[in-house]
């Protein structure tokens, strides 16, 4: 029965980490999409620097993230079924935050194109 526990746990977190990588690199792409308009800037204090070049912002939103959340998935595989609940319990609202950061950028992405639109009328 633990041993049930312990994969469907596992898998459960996995899927949890794919989504968050996923928008993450959403929110990568469309931060990059706002930036490019000229009318919009990074307000993330640790991306600030990095925000205006396409390498820096691949390695830091889209490389490094994929490596440390393959290593954090392959770490809690061996951990107890205590653990794997509290990860559990985190990455949701993590998921949300990030849901959130992205209708944001969609927002802005929606009000620029808006804005774009008025201009030619």
Not at 55 to 69: D, G, R, S, V
Request: aromatic share 12%.
């Amino acid at each position: 029965m633990e041993e049930g526990l312990k994969s469907k746990d596992y898998k459960n977190i996995s899927k949890g980490m794919m989504i968050l990588y996923i928008l993450n690199c959403t929110d990568a792409v469309f931060t990059r999409i706002l930036l490019s308009t000229g009318m919009f800037m990074e307000i993330n204090p640790l991306l600030k620097n990095s925000a205006g070049s396409s390498e820096k912002m691949l390695c830091l939103k889209i490389i490094f993230p994929a490596f440390l959340l393959i290593w954090i998935v392959y770490r809690v595989k061996d951990c107890s079924i205590k653990m794997k609940k509290l990860c559990q319990k985190l990455i949701f609202p993590f998921i949300v935050f990030y849901l959130l950061i992205n209708l944001l950028h969609i927002t802005g992405i929606i009000l620029y194109l808006f804005f774009i639109l008025c201009k030619i009328i």
